[in-house]
């Protein structure tokens, strides 16, 4: 296969290479976007299958103490971006967004195709090509530029620009792209990568199989989830290996860092203990506990 030369090349098709195509084709730039996958943006459209959540709705302010570290470079960052801002791109897309109860934000519907095919679409009318299927084998510098070559059916392929941008994900979900096999191209040009670590993933718990047997899949709403003097309230669903959920991912971090991991659920933070036991005391014992406590 012929090669070709453009003055932006994004490697990789999910959300932030699309972003970056998006923010280098708006500056002018000719942009070649390349995915080792047959179509873009197949880990975006797994995470909407949760509702996807795009944002949140917390002032700039308060919003960088939840990424846990460089609260100024995100704060920064948030100031060029906000959550706002956020809001007013899907809708120039046509999708409309909405705050939930919990201060998230989700485009209506709830659904990731349906913004998925208007941010492609719009792409495609501000001029950026797409190439799919063609997984990355190496990047050269050449002549001031950038070599980037591809493998597309076991045929080779070469594209070169004076800019390559890398959005090669993770290593969480093979089937969707994020192998995470790239770092050694990197280290290939002495780069130092930081190791792979779990980001966002659920705790591995060893339930009793009485437990599981009566529990698993059963959501749990409305809790206060601590550990390491930090509360998160969320939700969790009860899974065969442990606990999934918003509020186990924003803790992760937090109980990787515990010698020994310990969480503390409030399964009615709403509630004194008082006014609990006043609940139980008016309920019939014969309900059990799930109906006398109304979890469920």
């Known amino acids: 296969m012929a090669g070709s030369d453009s003055s932006v090349l994004v490697i990789g098709g999910g959300p932030a290479g699309l972003r970056a195509a998006e923010v280098a084709c708006s500056a002018g730039a000719n942009v070649i976007l390349c995915e080792g996958k047959r179509s873009v943006g197949r880990k975006f459209l797994v995470a909407g299958r949760g509702g996807l959540n795009l944002t949140h709705s917390e002032s700039v302010e308060n919003f960088p103490e939840r990424y846990g ?14 959550p706002e801002d956020l809001r007013e791109w899907a809708a120039g897309l046509g999708v409309e967004t909405y705050v939930g109860t919990s201060g998230r934000v989700f485009p209506r519907g709830q659904k990731a195709a349906g913004l998925l095919r208007a941010w492609v679409r719009a792409l495609r009318s501000a001029g950026v090509e797409f190439r799919t299927g063609v997984r990355l084998s190496g990047v050269v510098p050449e002549a001031g530029a950038w070599r980037a070559e591809f493998v597309k059916e076991g045929e080779a392929t070469v594209v070169t620009a004076r800019a390559v941008v890398l959005a090669l994900g993770g290593a969480s979900w093979p089937e969707t792209g994020s192998d995470g096999t790239w770092p050694a191209l990197l280290a290939a040009h002495g780069v130092e990568v930081t190791l792979w670590a779990p980001a966002n993933c659920g705790w591995e718990v060893d339930w009793p199989a009485p437990f599981l047997a009566c529990a698993e899949g059963m959501p749990l709403k409305n809790l206060l989830v601590s550990a390491g003097g930090e509360s998160i309230s ?3 669903l009860i899974t065969r290996y442990g606990l999934e959920g918003g509020a186990i991912y924003r803790l992760g971090r937090i109980l990787r860092a515990m010698d020994h991991p310990e969480i503390l659920l409030d399964l009615k933070p709403q509630l004194s203990v008082e006014a609990l036991r006043d609940r139980l005391a008016k309920r019939s014992t014969t309900l059990g506990w799930s109906s006398a406590l109304n979890l469920s």
């Not at 570290?69 to 906000?82: A, H, I, K, V």
């Open 69 to 82: 570290s460089e609260p100024e470079r995100w704060r920064d960052l948030l100031r060029e971006f906000s």
């Open 234 to 236: 969320g939700e969790l």
